[in-house]
């Protein structure tokens, strides 16, 4: 069985192994895969393995040997999921290998806007303390998360990790999810309306899937809901914020920042209009991508195709 791996190298970019693919069938591997070179690199191969190459109608069409498309990572919709059903291809996804991981860099992006630790350890290196008659000093304002509100929208997995870490940092949390949790309550963590939260909230914090009810959803009208001097954090998908929008709330002062690990287009285009604005922190994409996570990932794409191959497929997102 044929085995081709379209775009392996942001998964694995050398410090991981492939074995436990090469265990199951004839593999090929490609670090990256343009458009124009997907069905050629597909040819008669059964099983795909994409995380960001799309595999669209048109291919499938071109490379009728495909049983099983594999995609590394959570969201599917690099895959025309419509056309594999109608094929009869398996597709599978990574569920949950990188909940903590995104948890942590929520806060990693959160506590950066409230203590610019880069900015104030790059003056120190440039000699600013040793020649300060203070003996200390800060260029932005400090900001204490104790007793502050965080707002999560989409209470999912993700969502529930950040609510830990934010109670355990004393905050308040409240969160909305759009299909009802039966849940048991936790001290500090109350499930509210999306007005509410908007409303109610000193730091919103995106963990929803993009659909068409979401897309968008933080737009010039959602932002006039919120808070004075919000801050937004993004760690889930580019396209739920409308960027002229939030660069029009960050430049006139209604959100006081966004910690961004996502945007609209991936790689980011030089002409995003959030590379300009003001209280703006963007990261390529990598909440996902410590090691750890990167494993475990690994590890759940190699068991979903052992499963497939053993006629027991799991994590099948087109079923």
Same mark, same amino acid.
């Given at each position: ?19 436990? #693919?090469?265990? /199951? ?38 490379? @009728? ?8 990572? !959570? ?16 597709? =599978?996804?990574?569920?949950? *290998?990188? !909940?903590?991981?995104?948890?942590? #860099? ?14 104030? &350890? ?7 303390? &040793?020649?300060?008659? $203070?003996?200390? *000093? ?10 502050? =509100? /965080? ?14 870490? &934010? ?8 969160? *909305?999810?759009?299909?009802? /949790?039966?849940? @048991? ?33 933080? +737009?010039? $009208? ?11 954090? +993004? =760690? ?39 590379? !300009?604005?003001?209280?703006? /922190? ?21 068991? +979903? ?7 027991? @497929? ?6």
């Amino acid at each position: 069985m044929k085995i081709v791996i379209l775009d392996g190298y942001t998964e694995n970019p050398g410090d991981l192994s492939w074995k436990g #693919f090469e265990k /199951l069938g004839e593999l090929t591997i490609y670090d990256r895969t343009a458009k124009e070179e997907i069905v050629s690199r597909i040819g008669d191969a059964e099983i795909i393995i994409t995380n960001k190459t799309p595999i669209s109608a048109e291919t499938f069409a071109a490379c @009728p040997n495909i049983k099983y498309v594999g995609v590394l990572a !959570t969201g599917f919709n690099v895959v025309d999921i419509n056309v594999a059903r109608q094929n009869s291809v398996v597709v =599978t996804n990574i569920p949950t *290998y990188g !909940t903590s991981a995104v948890a942590q #860099f929520v806060f990693a992006l959160l506590l950066e806007i409230c203590h610019h630790v880069g900015h104030h &350890a790059e003056t120190v290196k440039k000699g600013r303390w &040793a020649d300060s008659p $203070d003996f200390c *000093y800060w260029d932005f304002p400090l900001i204490e998360l104790y007793g502050k =509100t /965080l707002g999560i929208v989409g209470y999912g997995r993700i969502g529930q990790a950040t609510a830990k870490i &934010a109670v355990a940092l004393g905050m308040k949390v409240l969160a *909305y999810n759009d299909v009802e /949790l039966n849940l @048991p309550a936790i001290d500090g963590i109350k499930m509210v309306t999306l007005d509410e939260l908007f409303a109610s909230a000193d730091i919103i914090s995106l963990h929803c899937p993009l659909f068409p009810s979401t897309q968008g959803m933080i +737009n010039n $009208d959602t932002i006039k809901k919120m808070k004075d001097s919000v801050i937004l954090i +993004n =760690t889930s998908r580019g396209p739920l914020i409308v960027e002229e929008d939030l660069k029009e709330g960050l430049d006139s002062g209604k959100i006081y920042a966004a910690g961004l690990d996502v945007v609209s287009i991936e790689p980011i285009k030089e002409d995003n209009v959030l590379l !300009t604005c003001k209280n703006c /922190l963007i990261t390529p994409h990598i909440a996902w991508a410590p090691v750890e996570s990167r494993q475990r990932l690994m590890d759940i794409a190699t068991e +979903n195709l052992e499963s497939f191959i053993k006629g027991s @497929p799991v994590n099948v997102v087109n079923k």
